[in-house]
């Protein structure tokens, strides 16, 4: 069984400032790892994903993300926020039969 | 690009109803999936399939059931709608690898039983 848990439902940063979104995971073996993100009423889409190569993995639009097995994490980072970067982020982590395991989301705010 | 179709974007029924949800992908994928989104919540897996024919219960499949009749086509079925089922609802689909395949998402389709 895995879990996933976004640490913050809501992040506000001024545009251009960096962006921090935490996940941690739990699992019984190495997982598959990803980012979504999903803006206003649309499905998500996907940002970037970890499978075991380098563990730190870039993604579309600037995002980037560390797996750090060490502490069970998977951060995603921006340099410098975007107004359209508001949007909520999802991390999630699959096992067996692509089933992935999604945290609750967090919520960016961007201010101009 | 893949495409993932829901058939609708809204749908009000009343408390009762039978109530189908269609999904519909256009990249010959393997894997299909229904996810319910709620607030404070995130996704939480309905049910998925792997093959033609073949289901998967996922953590909350309480109240719901699904068909997969032909490979592109995944419905998902309330039989008796409740209040606690309104919700967005996401289908996705993905490649059958193993386990490194990202989800392709349709738009979600809203669901208010009244």
């Known amino acids: 069984a895995q879990s996933v848990t976004q640490l913050d439902s809501h992040v506000s940063v001024s545009e251009g400032t960096p962006v921090l979104l935490r996940c941690n995971y739990s699992?019984?073996?190495?997982?598959?790892l990803f980012w979504y993100v999903q803006h206003p009423n649309k499905g998500l889409q996907l940002l970037l994903k970890?499978?075991?190569?380098?563990?730190l993995v870039k993604g579309i639009n600037g995002f980037e993300a560390e797996f750090k097995k060490s502490e069970t994490s998977f951060h995603l980072t921006k340099p410098s926020a975007h107004m359209s970067d508001a949007a909520e982020y999802f991390c999630g982590a699959s096992g067996g039969y692509q089933k992935v395991t999604f945290g609750t989301g967090t919520k960016l705010q961007v201010i101009p | 690009d893949v495409k993932v179709t829901q058939s609708s974007r809204y749908l009000v029924k009343r408390t009762g109803e039978k109530v189908f949800l269609e999904c519909v992908q256009d990249m010959d994928h393997e894997n299909m999936f229904w996810y319910r989104q709620d607030p404070g919540l995130g996704l939480r897996l309905i049910y998925f399939s792997y093959d033609v024919k073949m289901k998967e219960k996922g953590d909350i499949p309480e109240g719901y059931s699904v068909s997969r009749e032909k490979k592109e086509r995944f419905s998902l079925i309330l039989e008796s709608a409740s209040t606690n089922q309104t919700s967005m609802y996401l289908c996705a689909s993905s490649l059958w690898t193993a386990g490194n395949s990202p989800l392709h998402f349709g738009n979600g389709t809203r669901l208010t039983v009244t």
């Open positions: 699992s019984s073996y190495s997982p598959s």
């Open positions: 970890y499978t075991s190569a380098a563990t």
